[in-house]
């Protein structure tokens, strides 16, 4: 997995702080260790269903302030079974869960 301890706890923290519960993982390029590059692609599970757009954008920019400007594409479960969730939940590497 290409993310330090240090992103692993901004990631979990502000997710925590912004969420309050549920699970976020890391999928993508960056669970590769043999890769380069690549944005920070991570998949939210969260019982919150409230305001969601606002606190993925919340979510972001609080990250951001911690991390840096870095490429982060956030993902969040609606419930369906869309590709890109099978995907995420098969493959990604558990950051956090509450």
Do not use: A, C, H, Y
């Given at each position: 997995m290409r993310?330090?301890?240090d992103e692993i706890h901004a990631i979990s923290e502000t997710f925590l702080?912004?969420?309050g519960s549920g699970t976020i993982?890391?999928?993508?390029?960056?669970?590769?260790d043999e890769k380069r590059g690549?944005?920070?692609?991570l998949y939210i599970e969260t019982p919150v269903?409230?305001?969601l757009l606002r606190k993925k954008i919340d979510f972001l920019v609080k990250l951001k302030r911690r991390i840096g400007d870095?490429?982060?594409?956030?993902?969040i479960d609606r419930g369906e079974d869309r590709?890109?969730?099978?995907i995420a939940k098969k493959e990604g590497v558990l950051l956090c869960r509450k």
């Open positions: 993310l330090t301890s702080q912004t969420f993982r890391l999928f993508g390029s960056r669970v590769d690549g944005d920070i692609d269903r409230k305001e870095r490429k982060i594409d956030v993902v590709p890109i969730d099978r």
